[in-house]
């Protein structure tokens, strides 16, 4: 089992990636150790009441732009889930240095920690977001992920290898649009920016298994994308408040109509799988391995969330929901 007795580390291990990683992890993959690194004193201490204080869970008060305690919390570590990140969009808009300090120079430090700590397997989770970016949130990912894939040039004759799993938004997770209407709902009046929106979804527990599916499977420098449903905003907002007003309040900066999972240039390194894509890197970094067995896509093709061939129900929405 790609898990089983490692000593793992997830950065941003509080947040609503992390609270599901922990719990599937312990239940199903026997680590050894799960060393969760954040920042909240006290969502740490909710964290560990969750989990009823599991022996196998430690936690270490401390933020990815600190270089000397990512080191720290680093060492002995055989896996690292690099979830951590500043994510709301218009958060970054108005601190942008801030932005950048988290999402790039947070990931120079892990980066950096996981080389000279001999750490075997470095995952970073990323958003379609990060593709053709449109706003500062975007940009700084898209920068983590080149910075990921091509830290794999410094490991040399070093094991640490360096991949990324890219997705489109989460059913319920904190910030997501499902929250807001679900709030609006209780007022009458839900708003949405344009009609013609489109947006891939996938459950928590979709994410993370596919992440954990994929820290088996990588070799080090690619990105690993899952099939994941469509859907458009309108019926979205007909199964949380079908009753309810609708106000069109216009896209907002930084806003795209649909989103992207994977461009035309990055569809000529694209092997294709029944459930996922992988984008092999350009640069081959000296490794074993690859993904011969995939299938190769079209020239032209693209993964958008509005050439998608699979699009989510309301009644599967309705199901995904009662999961929250």
Same mark, same amino acid.
């Not at 001999?118 to 990323?126: H, R």
């Not at 975007?138 to 640490?160: C, D, H, M, P």
């Not at 920016?193 to 080090?220: N, P, Q, S, Y």
């Given at each position: 089992?790609?898990?089983?007795?490692?000593?793992?580390?997830?950065?941003? #291990?509080?947040?609503?990636?992390?609270?599901?990683?922990?719990?599937? +992890?312990?239940?199903? &993959?026997?680590?050894?150790?799960?060393?969760?690194?954040?920042?909240?004193?006290?969502?740490?201490?909710?964290?560990?009441? $969750?989990?009823?204080?599991?022996?196998?869970?430690?936690?270490?008060?401390?933020?990815?732009?600190?270089?000397?305690?990512?080191? /720290?919390?680093?060492?002995?570590?055989?896996?690292?889930?690099?979830?951590?990140?500043?994510?709301?969009?218009?958060?970054?808009?108005?601190?942008?240095?801030?932005?950048?300090?988290?999402?790039?120079?947070?990931?120079?430090?892990?980066?950096? +920690? +996981?080389?000279?700590?001999?750490?075997?397997?470095?995952?970073?989770?990323?958003?379609?977001?990060?593709?053709?970016?449109?706003?500062?949130? %975007?940009?700084?990912?898209? +920068?983590?992920?080149?910075? *990921?894939?091509? =830290?794999?040039?410094?490991?040399?004759?070093?094991?640490?290898? *360096? =991949?990324?799993? /890219?997705?489109?938004?989460?059913? %319920?997770?904190?910030?997501?649009?499902?929250?807001?209407?679900?709030?609006? $709902?209780?007022?009458?009046?839900?708003?949405?920016?344009?009609?013609?929106?489109?947006?891939?979804?996938?459950?928590?527990? &979709?994410?993370?298994?596919?992440?954990?599916?994929?820290? #088996? /499977?990588? &070799?080090? #420098?690619?990105?690993?994308?899952?099939?994941?449903?469509?859907? $458009?905003?309108?019926?979205?907002?007909?199964? !949380?408040?079908? $009753?309810?007003?609708?106000?069109?309040?216009?896209?907002?900066? %930084?806003?795209?109509?649909?989103?992207?999972?994977?461009?035309?240039?990055?569809?000529? &390194?694209?092997?294709?799988?029944?459930?996922?894509?992988? !984008?092999?890197?350009?640069?081959?970094?000296?490794?074993? #391995?690859?993904?011969?067995?995939?299938?190769?896509?079209?020239?032209?093709?693209?993964?958008?969330?509005?050439?998608?061939?699979?699009?989510?129900?309301?009644?599967?929405?309705?199901?995904?929901?009662?999961?929250?």
């Amino acid at each position: 089992m790609t898990l089983q007795n490692k000593v793992i580390l997830i950065t941003g #291990g509080t947040g609503s990636f992390g609270q599901k990683f922990i719990e599937i +992890a312990l239940q199903e &993959h026997s680590p050894k150790v799960i060393r969760i690194f954040s920042r909240g004193e006290l969502l740490q201490q909710e964290t560990r009441q $969750k989990f009823n204080d599991d022996p196998r869970l430690r936690f270490f008060i401390g933020d990815v732009r600190d270089r000397e305690r990512v080191y /720290r919390a680093m060492n002995g570590v055989d896996i690292v889930v690099h979830a951590a990140a500043l994510k709301q969009v218009s958060t970054c808009e108005y601190n942008p240095l801030e932005a950048v300090k988290t999402n790039i120079d947070g990931v120079a430090n892990v980066i950096d +920690a +996981a080389i000279d700590n001999g750490v075997e397997k470095v995952m970073a989770i990323s958003t379609d977001k990060a593709v053709q970016p449109v706003n500062l949130y %975007g940009a700084t990912k898209l +920068a983590a992920e080149k910075l *990921f894939i091509q =830290s794999n040039v410094y490991t040399g004759w070093r094991k640490t290898r *360096f =991949s990324c799993v /890219r997705y489109g938004n989460v059913v %319920g997770s904190r910030g997501s649009v499902v929250p807001l209407f679900l709030k609006q $709902k209780e007022n009458g009046t839900i708003t949405i920016t344009d009609e013609r929106m489109t947006r891939f979804w996938i459950t928590l527990e &979709h994410g993370v298994r596919f992440v954990i599916d994929c820290i #088996g /499977r990588m &070799h080090g #420098g690619e990105v690993f994308i899952p099939k994941i449903p469509s859907m $458009k905003i309108t019926e979205l907002a007909d199964v !949380i408040a079908p $009753k309810a007003e609708r106000k069109i309040t216009g896209i907002r900066p %930084g806003e795209k109509v649909n989103e992207i999972l994977i461009t035309e240039e990055e569809a000529r &390194h694209v092997r294709e799988f029944d459930d996922f894509f992988v !984008i092999e890197p350009e640069i081959p970094f000296g490794r074993d #391995g690859n993904f011969n067995d995939g299938n190769t896509v079209l020239e032209g093709f693209t993964y958008t969330s509005d050439n998608n061939n699979r699009w989510l129900t309301k009644a599967e929405l309705t199901k995904m929901l009662g999961i929250y």
